[in-house]
């Protein structure tokens, strides 16, 4: 008798262990955020680590408690029964949380960040100082480049990048959407074909002509092609937005690069040029425990100020 009910007991522990504090946490931070990738960049994860994790989780207590498609995520019958008694967990795990760091709310050490030049001077600067400003103690090493860095391999806490593609081993938060629009002095052109008449400053090496690929606010949206022949190019974004500031001509750059009130005007309003690497700029950072909680806070910081919402959704 004794060898029936065994695997019965086993079960039962392998689903209660499943059930611990934190599974139940997670559970309810990934009901509440709607995606797994929206919960995994809340809680410094990876998309994988957290699929992984609640797969493990129903295999050991045999129930399915999510509902999956290829467009949403919703609870079965065993997941909504679970949510209400998860959510007082998560409740309480994120009050111990909050308690504990109102003794330590003053950040300090070195974040040590990466970003493309363009960005890092005209957005995250400014957003730099201010977060300063909340946490004098902490000191920033920055390495302003359009090399892509490992940040494992390189030490660095986080880097900005402009990538659709982020790398699978590290957590991705869209941070700022943008835009790659021609600006210049002078008014608007009549239409994008008197675009491949002007002297064009472009970014990165254009010494043959190049096949660009437009697309119009709508509605409705358009796409369009063009050939593209630089009169100027290299790898420094300020050197052609000065030249182009200067009347020598029309430079392809993000507009976060043109403030408003600059001597630059959008001459092609309501079309952008498309990016291959996509139209956001992200915040890479190491998952957890490897990943740097300063940086975590530093990340929260400029999506709040960059007026994104707390997750996104995908």
Known sequence: ?????????????????????????????????????????????????????????????GLALFARSTRSLGLTEAGRRLHARAKLVREAAEGARLALRSQRDQLGGTLRISATPSFGRHVLAPLLARFQALHPALRYELFFTDRRVDLLREGLDLAFRITARPPEDCVAQPVRPFAVRAYGLGPPLADLQALADQRL???????????????????????????????????????????????????????????????????????????AEGEWVQALTLPVPAGSETARAFVAFVRAELGQPQARAE
Request: hydrophobic share 50%; aromatic share 6%; with cysteine.
């Open 201 to 275: 400053l472009l970014l990165g090496q254009h010494e043959e002509p190049l096949t660009s690929h437009w697309l119009s606010d709508g509605p409705p949206a358009r796409r369009e092609s063009l050939m593209l022949q630089a009169s100027a190019w290299g790898g420094d974004m300020e050197s052609m937005l000065a030249m182009a500031r200067a009347g020598g001509g029309v430079v392809m750059a993000p507009d976060f690069c043109v403030p408003p009130g600059d001597a630059l005007a959008d001459l092609l309003p309501g079309w952008r040029m498309v990016v």
């Open 1 to 61: 008798m004794a060898t029936k009910t065994a695997p019965s007991r086993y079960r039962r522990t392998v689903a209660e262990a499943a059930l611990d504090a934190n599974a139940l946490e997670l559970f309810a931070r990934i009901a509440a955020a709607g995606s797994f990738a929206a919960a995994a960049r809340e809680l410094g994860l990876t998309r994988a680590a957290v699929s992984r994790r609640i797969a493990a989780i129903e295999e050991a207590v």
